[in-house]
């Protein structure tokens, strides 16, 4: 029996160009997603989102944006399948993280960890049931060692999050995680 196409948000930064290597790596990361008979979600913008909703489209599968009716002067990319607007930045990460069976996050900044945080909190609060984080990127090796050896993150937290090295291993990472877990299967 076929699996559902099941949603996978994909998390970074909006600077990114097309042909830089963020913008690239989200690319890719959408076309693997897609190919492995998952849906794309993302914030619906520029950057990282526009890179993972173009590979994803590019594919043959659906990018998702939920986007903000408070940005003003922001177009979402021309790549999405379907848009789901929300009247506030709260409440579109809030149902950016909620629609995901599952996350990938690449580089970002201030929005990005924000993105991430609020994960770890609904994981810890019940919230989310066992949902994988895959980190993508070596950056992110330091940020965790950190934060354990500071005590800012709970063994839960990181029983559900891993670093993958290439987008290949996030999409696999992703995939095998939500096999082992019965979602969608």
């Not at 500071?150 to 996030?170: F, H, K, S, W, Y």
Request: glycine share 16%.
């Amino acid at each position: 029996m076929k699996r559902p196409r099941l949603p996978v948000a994909v998390f970074g930064s909006a600077d990114p160009q097309e042909g830089e290597p963020g913008y690239e790596l989200a690319r890719r990361v959408g076309a693997l997603l897609a190919a492995s008979g998952f849906d794309v979600v993302t914030g619906g913008y520029g950057g990282v989102m526009e890179g993972a909703s173009r590979g994803a489209t590019e594919s043959g599968g659906r990018a998702i944006g939920v986007i903000s009716t408070s940005f003003s002067g922001r177009e979402p990319n021309r790549f999405l399948t379907e848009r789901r607007e929300m009247p506030d930045l709260v409440s579109r990460t809030g149902a950016l993280v909620e629609v995901a069976c599952g996350y990938i996050v690449l580089h970002g900044s201030s929005g990005t960890l924000a993105e991430l945080t609020l994960v770890w909190a609904l994981h810890r609060a019940g919230g989310l049931g066992s949902r994988p984080v895959v980190l993508l990127g070596d950056a992110w090796r330091p940020f965790l060692h950190h934060l354990v050896r500071g005590g800012m993150i709970e063994n839960a937290q990181l029983a559900i999050t891993r670093v993958a090295e290439d987008p290949e291993d996030a999409v696999g990472l992703v995939d095998r995680y939500l096999a082992a877990e019965g979602i969608g299967g």
